[in-house]
C-alpha cells in the first residue's frame, strides 16, 4: 500500500497521531480531547485513515464525529492472533489492547532481539516479545495519576498536590511520588529481570507513553525512550497490509 495516510492512536488520554505520505511521515501531533484543533485541521476528505483505540466510547464517538464530518471512513484495528512473525499468545487474542499489539509490532521492527516493551499511560503495561517474535505475555499496572488518584480516595489526608521523587522522602507529597515511580520502575524491573532469564542474556527495553519521562530517570536498566511507538506499529501495519 503507498499513498497519504492519517495514522491515529487513541489512548486513554490524549490523541497521538501523524500523517505518513510515501512512506515518510510529513507531520505528527499529540493532542487532548478536550482541543483537538490542531488535528482538526489536518483532515483532508478522502484520506486513508487508520485508528488503534483503546478510548472511552465518548471519545471514540467524538472522533468518529470528526472524521464523518471531514468525509474521512476509518479503518479501526484489533488485536490479531499473528502479523507477519510476531505471535500473539493470549488466550483470545482480540483480548489484547490494539495499543500493545501495535507497540509489539513497532518493536520486532525495530529489533530482533527479545524485548521488553513498556507504556507509560493511564495504566502501565509491561510485554515482553522473545526473539522468535513469540509474545510471552505482559502486566497491567496502575499509571501514575490511577496511584494518585487511589491513594487520595482511599486515604484520609493525602491532598493532591505535586510532589517531586526522591530516595528518602520527608514530606507527604514527595512520599507519594516516590513510592509511584519506585513502585512502576519494580515492575519493569521485575519483568526485565524474568526476560533476561528466559532469554539468557539483557534484552532490549522500549519505553513510551505520555508518563514515560517521569519513571525514565529512576529505571536502572539500559531504556531507549519510543514516544509514538504505537504510531510506528500503525504505520507498518498500512504499509504491509491491513488484516482482512
Not at 1 to 21: C, F, H, Y
Amino acid at each position: 500500500m503507498s499513498g497519504r495516510r492519517l495514522l491515529i492512536d487513541a489512548g486513554n488520554s490524549r490523541l497521538k497521531w501523524a500523517v505518513s505520505e510515501g512512506g515518510q511521515w510529513r507531520d505528527q501531533g499529540n493532542n487532548d480531547y478536550a482541543d483537538l484543533s490542531g488535528f482538526i485541521q489536518r483532515l483532508a476528505p478522502g484520506i486513508d485513515c487508520i485508528i488503534a483505540s483503546v478510548a472511552r466510547a465518548t471519545h471514540e464517538r467524538q472522533l468518529a464525529a470528526l472524521l464523518g464530518a471531514s468525509g474521512i471512513v476509518p479503518r479501526w484495528l484489533m488485536a490479531e492472533a499473528g502479523f507477519a512473525d510476531v505471535k500473539n499468545t493470549y488466550m483470545d487474542p482480540r483480548q489484547l489492547g490494539v495499543d500493545r499489539w501495535m507497540g509489539l509490532i513497532a518493536a520486532r521492527q525495530r529489533t530482533r532481539s527479545p524485548v521488553l516493551v513498556v507504556s507509560v499511560g493511564t495504566a502501565m503495561t509491561v510485554d515482553a516479545l522473545a526473539a522468535d517474535g513469540i509474545f510471552l505475555g505482559g502486566l497491567i499496572v496502575p499509571g501514575v495519576s490511577l496511584m494518585q488518584q487511589a491513594l487520595q480516595q482511599g486515604t484520609a489526608r493525602v491532598a493532591a498536590s505535586a510532589g517531586a521523587c526522591c530516595a528518602f522522602p520527608r514530606n507527604t507529597a514527595d512520599a507519594v511520588q516516590s513510592g509511584i515511580v519506585a513502585a512502576l520502575c519494580g515492575a519493569i524491573q521485575h519483568q526485565y529481570a524474568h526476560l533476561a532469564d528466559v532469554a539468557g542474556a539483557p534484552p532490549h527495553c522500549l519505553l513510551t507513553g505520555g508518563d514515560a519521562e517521569k519513571v525514565l530517570p529512576h529505571l536502572k536498566i539500559s531504556v531507549e525512550h519510543v514516544p509514538m511507538l504505537v504510531l510506528e506499529g500503525i504505520d507498518r501495519v498500512a504499509r504491509e497490509g491491513l488484516p482482512r
